[in-house]
Each structure stands twice: as C-alpha cells, then as structure tokens.
C-alpha cells in the first residue's frame, strides 16, 4: 500500500520559515519524480516545486528564491524549505510522486500565514 504523509505545516507570521516533510512509504522512492502543490481555498491545486529523481529541480515563479525542494532517497522523504512566507502562501500543501503511469498524492498538510 503506497502512502504519503506530509508534516510540518502550521501556523506562521508573515516573513517566517517552515519545513515540509513527506514521508514516502510502499514505492521504490529512487526513481520517482516528487513534487509539491498547493490549494488554496477557493481555487485549484497548483504546482508549486518538483524534483527528479537525478536531482534536477524547478519550483514556480512565485516561491523562486523563497521556496527549496530537496529528497533524502536513504529515507524516502521529501522535504520543502519555505522561507519569506507570505499571507498568499497559505493554503494546503500536498505531496506528489509521479514514476510513468503511476501518479500517488498525499493527504496534505495545513500552512497557514498571518499578516
């Protein structure tokens, strides 16, 4: 059974950090491309970072600079260090693991920043 579970979400000021952890548990996690999106209420999932399995990244040009996705393949964890949040950060962020046809989410976790 492939499971995904995120933590560290929570509650946070305005320029503060957070770190997002993504537990990966019933896949080969080496080869999967991992990703995180977020929704915020009211509008639709969005992408927000991915990492190949090589390493390779991309993140959305509105958490560049802010927002760092990295994987630990010895732990099957991903991980997203955000930096600088802001109140339009604030929405529920999952985890995704993609590999072919294989497409596997989380079952998200709550970030909330205050103004």
């Known amino acids: 059974q492939v499971q995904l579970v995120e933590s560290g979400g929570g509650l946070v000021q305005a320029g503060g950090s957070l770190r997002l952890s993504c537990a990966a548990s019933?896949?080969?996690?080496?080869?999967?491309?991992m990703a995180w999106y977020r929704q915020a209420p009211g509008k639709e999932r969005e992408f927000v970072a991915r990492i190949a399995s090589g390493g390779g990244t991309n993140a959305a040009d509105s958490v560049k600079g802010r927002f760092t996705i990295s994987r630990d393949n010895a732990k099957n964890t991903l991980y997203l260090q955000m930096n600088s949040l802001k109140p339009e950060d604030t929405a529920v962020y999952y985890c995704n693991a993609r590999y072919f046809t294989s497409n596997f989410w989380g079952q998200g976790t709550q970030v909330t920043v205050s103004s």
């Open positions: 019933g896949i080969s996690f080496d080869p999967y491309t």
